[in-house]
């Protein structure tokens, strides 16, 4: 037991956010990154790496149906999708809920993370291992979507923090990768941090998406867990019609695909992009190089 123990969190320089620590799950230090593993009163099991909070059991749901429902209903004819990163597989657990869906291939370049995730969050992610259309490939992102002949109808990039292995996953060449194995009329997704703590991160990330699509943008999703406010994700496509389909057609689709969500719905779907002002004009700061 590890009672008494805080673990803190200093990603944003200037602010300090506290875990209490119930019980050390599991710590340890791979190739790539440095894992801990710990129960909290509030969150339950919390998983960090490199000091950074990943994903917790108890908001896992937001985050994860944020990223996975919006694009897929936007597209509404999904049948592969490809997600960067993701190690914990709980994206994978709300795509695969699309019945849709013919092949998910995840690439992650940590095996050791996917093993772990899959021994200690099989609450949320056991159905994954057991699903005959998930296809795991242990490699190297950027290098997966510069070079596979592969294509994708949409691409979710589940990434850390723009710190260390994460930071090429931030890049333009790594978004013109994405570009070149979506399908015609495909949406990049990506996780972009929070902006009121991060403006630099989304402001990027925009402007290389302006460099390349025709479309980009983001939307908002509020997740206890990522300190700071409403945090963002980022959106580009070559079909805008995506990031307008209307409330009905959301609708329609939801009840078609029998999902049952916690935090989505086709409501907060199509609110998730009107953004608070100060968002917009990072994005709008974005577009404009």
Request: proline share 4%.
């Amino acid at each position: 037991m590890s009672q008494g123990l805080i673990f803190a969190e200093t990603l944003y320089p200037g602010v300090q956010v506290q875990y209490d620590c119930e019980d050390v799950l599991f710590q340890s230090r791979s190739e790539h990154q440095d894992l801990v593993l710990f129960t909290n009163p509030v969150f339950g099991k919390v998983l960090m790496l490199d000091g950074i909070t990943q994903v917790t059991t108890g908001d896992e749901f937001i985050y994860h149906e944020m990223m996975a429902h919006v694009p897929i209903l936007a597209h509404g004819a999904a049948r592969e999708v490809l997600i960067v990163g993701g190690g914990d597989c709980g994206m994978a657990e709300e795509a695969l809920k699309h019945k849709g869906i013919e092949r998910l291939t995840q690439v992650e370049i940590d095996s050791a993370v996917v093993d772990f995730s899959r021994e200690q969050f099989g609450e949320f992610n056991a159905p994954v291992f057991d699903d005959d259309r998930f296809d795991l490939v242990i490699a190297d992102g950027a290098r997966f979507v510069a070079e596979t002949d592969r294509r994708f109808d949409v691409v979710l990039v589940d990434s850390t923090d723009p710190d260390g292995p994460g930071e090429v996953l931030f890049t333009r060449e790594f978004y013109a990768g994405v570009h070149r194995c979506l399908k015609p009329g495909g949406v990049l997704v990506t996780q972009n941090g929070v902006p009121f703590l991060q403006p630099d991160e989304l402001v990027s990330s925009i402007g290389h998406f302006t460099s390349i699509y025709k479309d980009a943008g983001a939307y908002i999703a509020a997740i206890p867990t990522y300190f700071g406010g409403h945090m963002a994700l980022g959106w580009a496509s070559d079909n805008p019609d995506l990031r307008r389909v209307s409330l009905e057609t959301l609708v329609e689709r939801f009840t078609a695909a029998g999902l049952e969500t916690r935090y989505y719905t086709p409501e907060v779907h199509a609110a998730a992009f009107a953004l608070p002002r100060f968002i917009r004009d990072l994005v709008e700061k974005g577009r404009a190089g």
